[in-house]
């Protein structure tokens, strides 16, 4: 993962010349979608975490309309989950921090020579790399707490949790000048705690991360 990074931003100050290179910063309104032994998605309450996101993007432009865009941000996903078994109700916040990657294609009208008002529509597949992460779980009955644990990960056999992430973005943007404003729909494929990789063999429980995210981006 790391090669995969420094890969990346030597190809992204190699294409400086061509590319136009803009930072972004916001916050990650994050869900995550939960099933479990005795209970299923829609057994769940999800609420969202705000969390932040920022980084870089770099647009490779082909066309006045048509452009590349890979990104580098430091985003957190999460969310804090609520569901009730057999008389106990048991309340879970998720937040992991990664280093996503997406790349997305972008089709752009308006404001080709970034000196005007423009409006874009992209999409595209991100990989995330877990950097970090923290588990908070609370259990009552009756007003009594009868468990409550407060953990960091591990993202090994400790946790059976995966640092690996993977899913598609949908994003829409309004460009003012060099300014960037974009709202996009990050939905998360992988099962984190299905660490070979493959999400339907077998019962294990299934987090999957879900978010929208505000951010406002510069172009240099």
């Known amino acids: 993962m790391k090669k995969v990074i420094f890969s990346i931003l030597i190809a992204g100050f190699a294409l ?94 308006g404001n080709a020579d970034r000196t005007g008002l423009g409006f874009y529509l992209a999409a595209g597949p991100w990989i995330g790399y877990a950097l970090s992460g923290k588990y908070k779980g609370v259990t009552t009955a009756n007003g009594s707490t009868l468990l409550e644990l407060d953990r960091k990960y591990t993202f090994d056999d400790a946790d059976d949790t995966g640092r690996l992430n993977y899913g598609m973005i949908g994003a829409v943007g309004l460009s003012f000048g060099k300014a960037v404003l974009d709202v996009r729909y990050n939905y998360g494929f992988n099962n984190l705690l299905d660490n070979d990789a493959d999400n339907d063999n077998d019962n294990s429980p299934v987090l999957q991360t879900r978010g929208v995210a505000l951010t406002l981006g510069y172009t240099f």
């Open 16 to 109: 400086n010349a061509s590319a136009q290179v803009g930072i972004k910063a916001g916050l990650s309104f994050a869900t995550i979608a939960e099933k479990g032994e005795g209970f299923d998605f829609d057994d769940v309450e999800n609420n969202a975490i705000i969390a932040p996101v920022l980084g870089l993007t770099f647009d490779l432009n082909l066309s006045d309309i048509i452009t590349i865009q890979p990104e580098l941000l430091y985003t957190q996903l999460g969310g804090k989950n609520t569901y009730n078994i057999l008389g106990t109700q048991t309340v879970s916040t998720y937040r992991i921090n990664y280093l996503e990657l997406p790349v997305l294609a972008k089709v752009t009208f």
